[in-house]
């Protein structure tokens, strides 16, 4: 009888903003996880060579890593300059700076589109888009793009759940880029969520792994898995039989009041190491409630 591989479980940095490589490394090992989504900000004065030498060390593999510039479009939270050639530019290079490290795929998005028209806004994003992955073939690694749950509050992106994902790779030339999936982001975006899921697993590069509670309290207050309201188990279902075997990467924002609003329950008041046992464990909860439900053919 053969069996179901067990997830490839990953910690993205972007959600471990307190630590150092070292210390994610350390965290990682100690926690299930045999990836890290390295943000390239976090690399500092290292060379990539010396982080790739760490984590092969460690037996700790490049997930979906982040460029230091990772949207296209400026805004307000978001690192870099305003000038959209000037972003593109360090995107490029955070492309290739991030390809010594042989991750399964570099992380983009749009950004807002500020005072741009909607459709200026998203030609040049798609312009943007192009080239970036241009670049990334050039270095021989995919992207991975990311769709958004809204506009508002959050203000990070022009394009919204998976239909328009895919229109807007197309409107770009590049239909081949694969597919950031974020639970949080996409969860309750489409009453066909689950088979929209299971027909573009093939595209999708990386899983965010997260949570959706109710109430929200804004758009960094969001959950570990099992934690929140949606069908994890479902959505894991639908990415296995659509073919999806790649990492589900912690990723979760918890506004602990450095964004301005300090939850009492933020996640990020745990301490980092137990907020990654936890993930683990409710990934790991979700997939075998995904494998029971299979097999007792309620699915």
Request: charged share 25%.
């Amino acid at each position: 009888m053969m069996t179901t591989p067990r997830p490839k479980y990953s910690l993205c940095e972007l959600a471990f903003p307190d630590t150092t490589i070292t210390e994610d490394i350390a965290i990682a090992r100690n926690t299930h996880a045999t990836g890290l989504s390295i943000d390239e900000g976090k690399i500092g004065d290292r060379t990539p060579a010396e982080v790739a030498a760490e984590m092969k060390a460690a037996g700790i593999k490049a997930a979906a890593c982040v460029p230091a510039v990772m949207a296209f479009l400026p805004g307000e939270r978001l690192r870099g300059p305003d000038s959209v050639p000037e972003r593109v530019a360090l995107m490029q290079e955070g492309v290739r700076r991030l390809s010594e490290l042989e991750p399964t795929s570099i992380l983009c998005l749009t950004g807002p589109r500020g005072e741009l028209p909607q459709a200026e806004a998203r030609k040049v994003a798609a312009d943007a888009l192009h080239q970036l992955a241009e670049t990334a073939d050039e270095a021989g690694v995919p992207l991975s793009f990311e769709t958004f749950r809204y506009a508002e509050p959050q203000n990070l992106s022009l394009v919204f759940g998976l239909d328009d994902a895919l229109a807007f790779l197309d409107e770009a030339g590049r239909p081949d880029v694969g597919l950031a999936y974020d639970i949080w982001h996409l969860w309750g975006s489409s009453d066909r969520l689950l088979e929209q899921t299971r027909e573009l697993a093939p595209r999708v590069n990386v899983v965010q792994l997260n949570d959706y509670k109710e109430p929200l309290r804004s758009w960094n207050d969001r959950v570990l898995p099992g934690d929140g309201i949606a069908d994890l188990p479902g959505i894991f279902a639908a990415l296995r039989e659509g073919g999806y075997d790649g990492w589900y990467d912690l990723e979760v924002f918890s506004d602990d009041g450095r964004w301005g609003m300090d939850f009492p329950d933020s996640v990020w008041k745990l301490p980092w190491e137990e907020q990654a046992r936890r993930g683990y464990e409710g990934l790991m909860r979700a997939w075998d409630a995904s494998l029971a439900t299979k097999e007792g053919g309620q699915r």
